[in-house]
């Protein structure tokens, strides 16, 4: 969709949370770099919501602690008019932690029976992070309450339990779509409102039918791109 729109850069740790994130935040999006972000997809939760670790290691992290890291993270990238941040132009989404299938994970990740995270524990962190995105006036997606409203969520959308499937990622994509679509954010971010890069008519696109003319396949829009519509 964004093709020719957009460069889109994907920045996932495993297994990281919001304490790890804040350790490499400044090197991640550094406030003096000449370009900076039009977007940034804020997605932490999931592995805080982990149960604590006796020996107090792991990636949990308290509720409280979890929901001032995502402050902090969106104080940095988020615009302010009375604070330094990234850009004017930056633009933020959090998204929250997806629910988990428990069965699932105790079948193909841990056959003992003992859960590291539980899908009471994900909407607790996923209601805490709109909590914040409401305090700091930042786009939130409650993926924990979306994938929950489709037929059979806890077969299609994961593929151990934790991970999405496709069928998870597309609900995903299209609750991140409709933020883009709605927002009132100048310029425009969502796929159809941007201009193509280098989407002038040129003798070197694909030749018409009548075989004398060229078709600009710049704004084009391929049968598949339709469902993000």
């Known amino acids: 969709m964004h093709r020719t729109k957009a460069d889109i850069v994907l920045r996932g ?3 990281w949370n919001s304490r790890r ?20 997809i804020v997605y932490f939760g999931g592995n805080d919501s982990s149960i604590p670790n006796p020996n107090g290691i792991g990636p949990h992290v308290p509720l409280d602690e979890y ?4 402050r902090k993270i969106a104080t940095h990238v988020k615009f302010h008019n009375d604070s330094q941040n990234l850009s004017e132009k930056t633009r933020t989404i959090f998204l929250t932690t997806p629910p988990i299938n428990e069965a699932q994970i105790l079948h193909n990740i841990d056959p003992q029976g003992q859960l590291e995270r539980t899908n009471e524990a994900c909407r607790i962190y996923a209601e805490a992070c709109m909590e914040v995105c409401d305090e700091m006036n930042v786009k939130g997606i409650d993926l924990w309450s979306a994938i929950q409203k489709n037929d059979n969520w806890e077969d299609v959308c994961f593929i151990d339990g934790i991970h999405l499937t496709n069928e ?6 299209k609750e991140i779509l409709n933020v883009l679509k709605e927002a009132e954010w ?9 201009p193509s890069e280098f989407g002038e008519d040129s003798p070197y696109d694909v030749v018409g039918p009548d075989g004398k ?12 791109n339709d469902m993000w519509d």
């Open 13 to 15: 740790y495993a297994a």
């Open 21 to 40: 994130a804040l350790e490499v935040l400044d090197s991640i999006f550094p406030k003096e770099a000449k370009e900076q972000p039009s977007l940034v």
């Open 213 to 224: 003319t060229t078709y600009n396949l710049s704004n084009f829009i391929y049968p598949d």
């Open 168 to 173: 998870g990622s597309k609900i995903v994509s």
């Open 67 to 70: 929901k001032e890291n995502m």
């Open 186 to 194: 100048e310029p425009s971010l969502y796929w159809k409102s941007m």
